[in-house]
């Protein structure tokens, strides 16, 4: 029996994914070498290094501008990192210049390796195409050829580009997840389990079948929640225990666990027999199949996905779309502890790493093609960009939409194609998970299309649905097809209206303002996890705020205090928090937790942005007993809390948000929390006449002004004269 060696895989996350080589070479920038037509903004840059704990990238407009270290378009600095791949990060690039490049690479000891020759790069930007007159649009699975020539100019139909040559086509795929049959029903590989196989056959890595170490595997037992099946809402979630492998429990090395071995188990957390027994499951499928987590770091997985599995998924279709690209170890490994992942050390981030450079080499083998990931985000981000499945909905409350807003123009500036999907509410045929809102589908529709418009810019696309998507093509909307023109600058602020001007109102928090400190040194009454701190100098007001720190996406800082209210009432959440670059979803977050029978939400902060305050309202039911949190999770940056208030009733602040087109205005009110009903209602003056956009593409009567309740969206054209 081949013997298993993830005792040695473990040693090795802590290293940088590099190829050995007597010096820093390949220079490449966006996958290529010297390129005279780069359509990125900001263009990631790659080398090869034998060893790296820091990289300094320097950019010119000419060789000797770079040789005499003077005139730099851009210097990073020198940047600690493991990873080989950089954005850049500058001022604005001219389109149509040629710019000249170079890196300085230091190695693990800290010895600065030999200058590698200067390499070139030229910029030729250009926005995206669109088929409709304002808006780009995509569909995740659904539809049809002549629903693509129609509407879309993103498919996942390869037959669509028959009707129309400029529908981009997308291949679905795999790269962090492999399908096998379930050993029960006999059947061979198929497929990528299949190609995969072969594949190490042919390099010599194992005589028949996949080594064992491809896969990712539990350190402990550990228990998952996953669906039975399909995800589908009629299926259900079920429990159950998977075994943990640990190699000291194998001690004469054979690649199992005997019995007595098992009676005298070094690691007892840790009760799988073989190692095939505790790899990480996507779903419960089998039988007839399995779908579990791979190692994405193994050397011959990655040259598998690069040269063999993306070009064949690739054969006729414009790029690849892979689903499952979290930025820590996929599914129930993301919170759980993992052989191949124990994220210590300097190998906090080593799945975000290896992921990275897994898709350097796909690009690398394909650079023409378009490579994106589904809730892809990482910086650099190694491909094309991300489609952000699930990117808004109504219920998303006000901060977490507006941070979702401002993340995709942040992405789009910097030139990353985004695929970003609205999720409708409930429909009991077209969106099963739909949350059940008092709302009418239309408001949902214009809502949804006003808050993408908002975000819209060069490399930005729009969905509309909801998993399953069996019928999505039912649920889009005339009013998509409608000429707004083109954007006038940023969406801006339109209106802050606070019903409750001074929240002098009782402070339910004890020590919410973290201004007494415990013996310890941390926030009294709150019980703490590491690494919060107490700020004595980036403060929102008093002697201190908190702040967490985090190097990588796989903290999850819960920081808690326990309260004790009244059942069957309403109440306001209020929190400052200040953030810089914070990247990795969902971010810094307040929120409220362990109220029976309610989901409130959650108050989120991403990017760098200054003090902001956020408030979220709920209402307790028969047990009123739970906790307010506060902490970083899955993102690195730095966070800072402070001000965080509880007070009986509804304060909820609502923001009014527009943005101006040479054909029209559109304006979005965010769910603030509470009603959506007339209450709510806010009435705004227009600079002009405009009429309604209606969600069956018809146009209403001249208006000058406009009423939006809670919830809510416009989309106004120019009334002409």
Excluded at 187 to 194: R, V
Excluded at 344 to 354: C, F, M, T
Excluded at 419 to 437: S, T
Excluded at 574 to 584: E, L
Aim: hydrophobic share 40%.
């Amino acid at each position: 029996m081949r013997t298993m060696v993830l005792a040695s895989l473990a040693v090795l996350v802590f290293g940088c994914v590099c190829h050995a080589g007597p010096g820093v070479g390949d220079l490449r920038c966006e996958w290529r070498v010297q390129p005279t037509a780069v359509h990125d903004p900001c263009p990631e840059f790659y080398w090869v290094t034998p060893s790296q704990s820091a990289y300094r990238i320097r950019v010119a407009r000419s060789q000797a501008d770079l040789a005499a270290g003077k005139a730099f378009v851009w210097d990073s600095g020198k940047v600690e990192s493991l990873l080989p791949i950089a954005e850049y990060a500058g001022p604005p690039l001219e389109n149509g210049v040629t710019f000249h490049w170079t890196v300085r690479v230091w190695d693990a000891t800290g010895r600065s390796l030999p200058l590698p020759p200067a390499q070139t790069f030229r910029l030729d930007v250009q926005p995206m195409p669109h088929h409709l007159p304002t808006i780009r649009t995509f569909i995740n699975f659904g539809g049809n050829a002549a629903f693509a020539r129609d509407w879309l100019d993103l498919s996942f139909r390869k037959e669509a580009k028959e009707l129309r040559k400029s529908v981009l086509t997308t291949r679905y795929g795999l790269i962090c997840t492999l399908l096998l049959p379930h050993p029960s029903t006999g059947k061979p590989l198929s497929g990528k389990a299949k190609a995969l196989a072969d594949f190490c056959v042919a390099e010599g890595l194992t005589t028949a079948g996949i080594p064992e170490e491809m896969f990712c595997h539990f350190a402990v037992d550990t228990k998952v929640n996953l669906h039975l099946g399909a995800e589908r809402a009629a299926n259900p979630r079920i429990t159950r225990l998977c075994r943990g492998w640990d190699p000291r429990n194998d001690r004469n090395g054979d690649g199992r666990v005997d019995d007595d071995e098992a009676g005298r188990l070094v690691s007892p957390e840790a009760t799988a027999r073989r190692p095939e027994q505790s790899r990480i499951p996507i779903y419960f499928w089998g039988p007839p199949r399995d779908d579990f987590v791979m190692n994405v770091g193994h050397p011959s997985y990655q040259k598998f996905m690069a040269t063999i599995w993306a070009p064949q998924l690739c054969a006729g279709y414009d790029g690849i779309y892979f689903d499952t690209v979290p930025p820590d170890v996929a599914g129930p490994g993301r919170s759980a502890k993992v052989v191949e992942y124990p994220r210590v050390g300097k190998g906090h981030d080593k799945w975000l790493r290896d992921l990275q450079m897994m898709f350097a080499q796909i690009k690398i083998a394909m650079p023409g093609k378009l490579i994106t990931g589904n809730c892809w985000n990482a910086d650099p981000m190694a491909n094309d960009g991300r489609q952000s499945e699930g990117w808004q909905s109504l219920d998303r409350s006000l901060g977490h939409w507006r941070a979702g807003i401002d993340q995709a123009i942040e992405l789009d500036r910097r030139g990353k194609v985004q695929l970003i999907q609205y999720n409708p509410i409930f429909d009991a045929e077209l969106a099963e998970f739909g949350p059940k809102l008092p709302v009418t589908q239309e408001r949902d529709k214009l809502y949804g299309l006003a808050t993408y418009l908002l975000a819209h810019g060069r490399f930005t696309y729009f969905g509309f649905g909801r998993h399953p998507y069996a019928g999505v093509t039912k649920t889009w909307f005339k009013a998509m097809r409608h000429d707004l023109g083109t954007p006038v600058g940023a969406y801006y602020m339109l209106a802050d209206i606070d019903p409750v001007k001074d929240l002098d109102t009782t402070n339910l928090l004890p020590n919410g303002d973290f201004e007494i400190a415990d013996v310890e040194g941390n926030p009294a009454k709150w019980t703490t996890a590491e690494p919060v701190e107490l700020d004595p100098v980036v403060k929102h007001g008093g002697k201190w705020a908190v702040r967490i720190t985090s190097k990588g996406p796989s903290i999850n800082n819960i920081n808690k205090l326990h309260v004790r209210l009244k059942p069957n009432t309403d109440y306001t959440l209020v929190a400052w928090a200040k953030v810089d670059r914070v990247q990795g979803e969902p971010g810094a977050q307040v929120y409220p937790y362990d109220f029976d029978d309610m989901k409130p939400g959650m108050m989120t902060w991403t990017g760098t942005q200054d003090w902001s305050e956020q408030r979220l309202t709920f209402t307790t039911k028969d047990d009123p007993d739970g906790r307010i949190n506060f902490r970083l999770y899955g993102a690195k940056g730095t966070v800072w809390f402070d001000d965080i208030r509880l007070v009986e009733g509804i304060a909820v602040r609502q923001q009014v948000f527009a943005r101006k087109y040479t054909k029209g205005l559109v304006i979005v009110k965010p769910n603030a929390g509470g009603s959506f009903a007339n209450e709510t209602a806010s009435t705004h003056l227009l600079d002009g006449e405009f009429r309604p956009l209606h969600a069956d593409g018809s146009l209403g009567k001249r208006i000058r002004e406009v009423t939006l309740r809670n919830g809510e969206a416009v989309i106004l054209g120019k009334a002409a004269p």
